[in-house]
């Protein structure tokens, strides 16, 4: 009878430890060095490990995830799961969960998914955006102070904008490799571009105007990781 008991209070207990956690698997054409153990990354916070990494007869490399159910809502069909360096800069890799779009319903117990890759390229990518939106910025100044009274009031400022925004915040989501990148090379590009805008305003007496931009930058030089 005490061995029944005892049976029943280790399969509860079992069965109480999975519904604490979200199970899915990730299919990855390359792991980029992820081992058994790496951490789940979102937005900064470890909500989960790497349980196991197989190589399948598709050739695909399957890596098995268990996600904390109080973080659960984070892997929705509207999230992509990418590999990075752990944020901790402990030479390890991490599975960073970005969620691309506000809600999306929660991905079910046992899921199997696509992984998505970051290109080498991308943040460069992204600086030739910021770089070539301040150029025409730089290059429109007449014109929108002309039909709009200032340029803060133009779409192409507000995009440049939100650009800053987005990259301030893959700064703060990302590893140490990805900060820094982003803190040496990008930035004193970005800020020097700007210093060129407002070079030109100042030619109008509207440089005041640069400041938004410029405030941003200036935060995300001084972001520590």
């Known amino acids: 009878m005490k061995r029944i ?3 029943s209070i280790l399969l509860l207990a079992f069965w109480g430890c999975k519904e604490d956690v979200l199970n899915i698997k990730i299919r990855y054409d390359q792991i980029q060095g992820l081992e058994k153990g790496n951490h789940v990354v979102f937005e900064r916070n470890y909500i989960g490990n790497v349980k196991d990494i197989f190589y399948s007869a598709e050739g695909k490399y399957v890596v ?5 159910k109080a973080f659960a809502n984070a892997a929705s069909d509207n999230s992509e799961f ?3 360096d752990d944020p901790k800069g402990n030479n390890k ?3 960073e969960i970005v969620t691309t779009r506000g809600g999306g319903a929660t991905l079910e117990n046992g899921s199997t998914l696509e992984g998505s ?3 080498a390229n991308d943040l460069d990518q992204i600086g030739d955006k910021i770089y ?8 429109g100044v007449e014109e ?3 039909s709009l009274g200032g340029i803060s009031e133009s779409d192409e400022f507000k995009r440049l904008e939100r650009e800053l925004k987005d990259l301030a915040e893959q700064m703060t989501r990302s590893g140490k490799s990805v900060h820094d990148k982003i803190q040496k090379e990008l930035l004193p590009k970005i800020k020097e571009e700007i210093e060129k805008l407002r070079k030109r305003l100042r030619e109008l007496g509207r440089d005041e105007e640069v400041e938004p931009l410029e405030t941003q930058v200036k935060k995300m030089m001084k972001r520590q990781i």
């Open 93 to 95: 890799k991490a599975i």
């Open 132 to 139: 070539e939106g301040l150029e025409n910025v730089r290059k």
């Open 64 to 68: 098995d995830v268990v996600i904390n």
């Open 5 to 7: 008991v005892l049976a």
């Open 144 to 146: 929108f102070i002309e």
């Open 117 to 119: 890759t970051k290109s």
């Open 82 to 84: 990418f590999i990075i």
